[in-house]
């Protein structure tokens, strides 16, 4: 005669605090194991608790950390391009243009990438509007 073999059974907090409960409901003798239990399990949840907190509180400092690295990253962006002539050494303006699909000229310093589209870009950085290329409109 074969008989079911059960797996044992994985046992969750919930469980554990649910025996604890009917453990302590049913009264009687042997509650110094059940005030043992209980107490680790306050213990358990306790810990558990703390870890969770600190795992936030570590994953917050991290995304502050990361927006002020690039808050920083952008105002050294900022001064950098603020500081760039935006010509060649040689003569002539650095800058690079394309034409998007709306017919906007997007002009772009090749020093520091700093952005102009259309009448925005100085008079004496022009360029040859002929050297912009874009799609066919
Ligand atoms: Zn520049």
């Known amino acids: 005669m074969a008989r079911n073999i059960q797996a044992p059974k994985k046992s ?4 554990d605090a649910t025996m604890v409960a009917t453990l302590t409901q049913s009264g009687g003798g042997g509650s110094d194991a059940v ?4 107490n680790l399990l306050a213990e358990k949840l306790e810990k558990d608790k703390a870890n969770e907190l600190e795992q936030r509180d570590i994953a917050l400092a991290a995304r502050k950390a990361g927006a002020e690295a690039m808050a920083q990253k952008r105002e050294r962006e900022v001064a950098f391009q603020s500081n760039c002539p935006h010509m060649k050494p040689w003569g002539g303006p650095s800058i690079g243009g394309q034409r998007d699909h709306q017919g906007n000229y997007r002009f772009i310093c090749l020093f520091c990438s700093k952005m102009w589209i259309n009448d925005e870009l100085p008079a004496h950085l022009k360029i040859a509007l002929d050297r912009v290329g ?4």
């Open 35 to 38: 005030t043992k239990m209980a």
């Open 12 to 15: 969750s907090v919930l469980e």
């Open 134 to 137: 874009g799609p066919d409109s």
